[in-house]
């Protein structure tokens, strides 16, 4: 728990403390779920499909549902999409070098390989990241 937490868990009343714990189990379960399936996303996706990785020019991730309902959101995010994929590819058809993306440091593709990735479809690695 962190410091905010402990600050708003001394404020709150004990029915009110009750609930908020139980609301952080809850969504600490519900990330728990995200992470497996954006690790399978960017570290177990051989081609990369699906993400701006891909190869080709004109291929994009798919939208989420909710995003696509709304227009101006829809169209707002295929345009960070192709210019980021601009940024990325350059002049390129493909920017991956043997599964992970090819500025990727020699140590951290092996420090991932190590780790059971088997791609690597991210433009940047934190320190701190589980994976390395």
Do not use: W
Not at 38 to 67: Q, S, W
Request: net charge positive; aromatic share 8%.
């Amino acid at each position: 728990m962190n410091l905010l937490d402990t600050h708003l868990m001394k404020t709150l009343t004990p029915a009110n403390t009750k609930k908020y714990k139980a609301y952080q189990v809850k969504s600490r379960k519900v990330l728990l779920k995200i992470i497996p399936r954006e690790c399978n996303m960017y570290y177990c996706n051989k081609t990369c499909k699906n993400t701006l990785f891909e190869a080709g020019r004109n291929k994009y991730p798919p939208l989420p549902k909710d995003v696509t309902s709304n227009k101006e959101l829809k169209v707002l995010l295929t345009k960070l999409q192709k210019q980021t994929k601009k940024d990325l590819f350059g002049d390129k058809d493909n920017v991956l070098k043997d599964g992970f993306y090819e500025k990727l440091s020699p140590q951290k593709v092996k420090r991932l390989k190590q780790n059971g990735a088997t791609s690597g479809c991210v433009k940047m690695l934190f320190t701190d990241s589980p994976a390395l």
